[in-house]
């Protein structure tokens, strides 16, 4: 039985080659299965189930089993108690942070808004490295 | 990945991977929900419907602890846990040195053992003389212009930076929510998800969510971690510089500095953190006696350039 993970991260980065460095071959969007191939170490090879491409992800992109968007199927209902699935965007989540945002209107969310637009492409950060004279020893090939 | 990180993926997933899904039934719960949620379905679990079956995925959340929140969830506590901290420190609105966090940031998160979170790696400069640094669950991660000043080189920043790093890896921020709310917060969800309380559960949701946030800020602000908490982000910091290429050493330089710095009785980094000498001491063993290689000046250049905006 082929095993299915399921991506947990809002943007997976499927690679080349198990390393950071490799170049990007697309990006892996929250809660898409994939098929898992083999693993190294820290990173895992994977088929992706929607359109078939292969490649590496971290481990950490990467959760077991299928995550369940809809809020009313029989999946869910018995998510709780079950580890084959998880739930998106329930818990602590959009809706609840609406809710605190409500009960404490004074608090300014609009910096860590832009916070998240701090993007580095690893392009970026390969020609960093290479302008700093940074040898890496393995984490970044 | 060598810690209690990869430990918990290879409990979550390798084990899976090897032997299937065939044991994804006896995971994960605790062994005191395990068996309540185990004795009450094979009596009721069956034909229980309604009430009865809220009540079995109540106390199977009893079971529940920090580790089962999901990265969105952690994201969302982070987010917040960053919106509190930025009304301690206001935001440094410097598009180059954020940029120059950013990227130096977010190169040292790709080496660590947890370089996918949610939403990932933010870095934000905060416009305080105080020496601090936060690391908000998720990856949000605040740094105060008076901790850029301990900092004599771009590797001892990158040592500033990498050790906040390990208190994402560690999932340090989410430890300092009470366990008890944990429970009730996995209680909660699950009466939720079967839509039997709506805006009551989504409510409750929201008071959990808060004195979640309160937790946690208490920790970073006032009460700090506990010493073995330091210890591993520091431990994580000088692996992740050793990966990247930076000197570790340069942790202890910039320690050296922060205890040249640092004011006692301000409620900054001398209240949440060991004394600098103390950290020093861990960190010369962890590091060995490596020689030290010199930096070059592309590198010392940028590094000026940056301190200049600071």
Redesign the interface.
């Known amino acids: ?1 082929a ?1 299915i ?1 399921s991506v ?6 499927l690679r080349k080659e198990p390393s ?1 460095l490799s170049p990007v071959l697309r990006i892996l969007s ?1 809660t898409e299965t994939v098929t ?1 191939l083999s ?1 190294k170490e ?1 990173w ?1 090879e994977i088929k992706a189930d929607k359109d078939g491409v292969n490649g590496w ?9 299928k995550i369940e968007l809809d ?2 199927s029989e999946n ?2 018995t ?6 699935y ?12 609406k ?2 945002k409500s ?2 209107p004074h ?3 609009s ?2 808004d832009k ?2 637009t ?3 492409s ?1 392009e ?2 390969k020609a ?2 290479q ?10 090939s | ?1 060598k810690n209690s ?2 430990r918990e ?1 290879l409990e ?3 084990a ?2 090897v032997f ?2 065939m044991f ?2 006896c ?2 719960m605790g062994t005191l929900g395990q068996n309540m ?1 185990n004795i009450l ?1 094979g009596t009721v679990g069956q034909s229980g419907g309604g009430n009865v079956g809220l009540a ?2 109540s106390a ?2 009893i079971g529940r602890n920090f580790t089962d ?5 952690e994201y ?2 982070g ?2 846990v ?3 901290l ?2 301690k420190y206001p ?1 440094f609105d410097n598009s180059p040195a ?2 120059y966090a ?3 940031g ?2 040292l998160a ?2 660590s ?8 790696y ?3 400069i905060q416009d305080s003389d105080e020496i601090n640094a936060f690391a908000a669950p998720g990856g ?1 991660i605040f740094i105060t212009k008076g901790m850029i000043r301990c900092c004599d080189s ?1 590797d001892a920043f990158a040592a500033v930076l990498a050790h906040e790093i390990g208190h994402i890896q560690f999932r340090h921020g989410i430890q300092s929510i009470k366990k008890s709310r944990i429970a009730d ?2 209680a909660t ?2 009466v ?4 039997q309380f709506g805006a009551k559960g ?2 409750r ?2 008071d959990l ?2 004195e ?2 309160i937790d946690i800020t208490k920790t970073l602000v006032t009460d700090g971690y506990s010493r073995s908490f330091e210890n591993e982000a520091d431990q994580a910091a000088v692996d ?1 510089m ?5 000197d570790p050493a340069c942790l202890m330089d910039m320690l050296h500095k922060m205890e040249h710095n640092l004011i006692p009785g301000r409620n900054d980094f001398s209240q949440t953190h060991p004394e600098p000498k103390i950290r020093i001491e861990t960190i010369q063993t962890l590091v060995g006696h490596i020689s030290r290689p010199g930096q ?1 000046e ?2 010392i250049n ?1 590094f000026q350039q940056f301190s200049k905006m600071i």
Not at chain 1, 79 to 84: C, I, Q
Not at chain 2, 192 to 195: H, Q, V
């Open positions: 039985m095993d993970m947990q991260v809002m943007k997976g980065q950071f929250y898992v693993q820290d895992v992800l971290h481990a950490s992109a990467l959760t077991a089993g809020p009313g869910v209902k998510a709780v108690s079950s580890d084959e998880a739930l998106a965007g329930k818990g602590f989540s959009k809706e609840v942070e809710g605190y009960k404490n608090m300014n969310f910096w860590i916070m998240e701090f993007m580095v690893h970026n950060m960093f490295l302008e700093g004279k940074v040898i890496s020893q393995g984490g970044i | 990945m990180t990869r993926f979550k997933t390798g899976l991977i299937g899904l994804a039934g995971k994960t949620g379905e079995l995925k199977k959340a929140f999901t990265p969105e969830q969302y506590i987010r917040t960053g919106a509190q930025l009304g935001p954020n940029n950013n990227i130096l977010q190169t790709q080496a053992n947890l370089p996918e979170t949610f939403g990932g933010h870095f934000l949000f771009e917060t996995f969800i699950g939720e998800s079967a839509k989504l409510g949701l929201v969510f808060e979640s946030i992740i050793k990966r990247v290429g930076y070059p592309s590198r940028r």
